[in-house]
């Protein structure tokens, strides 16, 4: 299998975020990645590749192009408001434009301030930016593009994108969930673009995918399919109830299915394949899987009882479906069983497609 990757994720390394009011050790972790890398070279069959540069253009498909342009010297903005050093190290918003803050007032622009423009894109705690966050994240959309291609045009039934910074949680015009492009919605329009009639974008990370939602929530050329902790209890919060179905041309083409903490293999995979039958009524002509590892059992920011056999039977339904796949990286924190939980899934997927 190809695996599409490389060292430029390393510059994306803030150390802390404020999760429930307190400052914590950063999740999203280089290492994440690295041990992924790692243990798919120990257990073989996986060729690593290089992303290729693909220019801004497939990210202003998706991305509002003031959001690209402000992400390419946010930290420079940030810094430059600094009162000092310690507070220089990595940008964290203090104030966000929340919809009640100018209710009646017509829509907020964003502020000159450095600290101001950060509250007005970014809308969590957790996605702090260091200097080499930008460059970090446009070669995560590289990666997932890259991969992409290989499905599309470069004679590959499926391929990994071991993509790092994540990207599900943001939207069109908006960072956040440790996310800043959306490389899983880039990919998906990377795709229509090229020619594809229909794409679905499944989504298994533990949390859900709100941005990817946002951004294809009025299209019906392209499919958003989430498994997910119910928002009632989980970030983020907002998004992801199973009436959330879609809107004008896109009517029908969400589907959400909120799930209970403590969720088994034996739950979570009937639930998979529910989704996947409606993933092969849509009858897209691409899939892109949002992978998360943070359903795992042992993940240290989710809830369920996902199993490493477990995650492995994932990866069979989804390359079951027989559909050319591209799997773009997300979540899952749990250091010590990464490397194992992603062969286990990527191997899962091998094993069920044809010709892979
Ligand atoms: C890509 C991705 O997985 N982003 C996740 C972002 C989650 N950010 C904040 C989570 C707050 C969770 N609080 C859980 C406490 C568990 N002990
Ligand atoms: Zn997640």
Do not use: K
Not at 135 to 154: H, K
Not at 178 to 184: G, L, S, T, V
């Amino acid at each position: 299998m190809q695996v599409v990757c490389s060292d430029a994720h390393l510059a994306h390394c803030p150390t802390h975020e404020v999760q429930g009011g307190r400052s914590i050790a950063l999740h999203e972790v280089p290492v994440r990645a690295e041990t992924i890398r790692h243990a798919l070279r120990d257990a073989g069959g996986f060729v690593e590749r290089a992303p290729t540069d693909h220019g801004l253009a497939p990210i202003e498909a998706v991305h509002d192009p003031d959001l690209v342009a402000y992400l390419a010297h946010a930290w420079q903005d940030w810094a430059a408001a600094c009162a000092d050093d310690e507070q220089r190290a990595e940008a964290i918003a203090d104030t966000y434009r929340h919809a009640a803050l100018r209710e009646g007032m017509g829509p907020a622009h964003p502020p000159q301030s450095g600290l101001g423009r950060l509250g007005y894109w970014c809308f969590d705690t957790a996605t702090p930016m260091v200097e080499g966050t930008y460059g970090a994240a446009r070669s995560a959309v590289d990666i997932a593009l890259t991969a992409t291609d290989l499905v599309l045009s470069g004679g590959h039934r499926n391929a990994y994108a071991l993509c790092r910074p994540p990207g599900h949680h943001a939207p069109r015009a908006g960072i956040g969930g440790y996310c800043f492009f959306n490389n899983a919605a880039i990919a998906a329009q990377h795709a229509i673009t090229a020619g594809a009639a229909r794409v679905t974008v499944l989504d298994v990370d533990y949390h859900h995918g709100n941005g990817t939602q946002q951004i294809f929530y009025g299209r019906g050329d392209v499919q958003y399919v989430s498994l997910h902790a119910d928002p009632d209890r989980a970030y983020p919060y907002f998004t992801g109830f199973a009436d959330e179905t879609g809107a004008d041309a896109g009517r029908g083409a969400t589907v959400n299915v909120p799930l209970p903490a403590h969720c088994t293999d034996d739950r979570y995979l009937a639930a998979l394949d529910q989704a996947l039958d409606d993933v092969l009524t849509f009858d897209p002509d691409l899939l892109v899987v949002s992978l998360g590892l943070d359903t795992y059992h042992g993940d240290p920011i989710g809830d369920f009882s996902v199993t490493t056999p477990g995650l492995a039977r994932c990866g069979e339904r989804v390359g079951g479906a027989q559909l050319p796949t591209v799997v773009v990286h997300e979540g899952g924190y749990d250091v010590a069983t990464l490397g194992a939980n992603a062969v286990a899934w990527l191997s899962g997927l091998l094993r069920t497609t044809r010709d892979g």
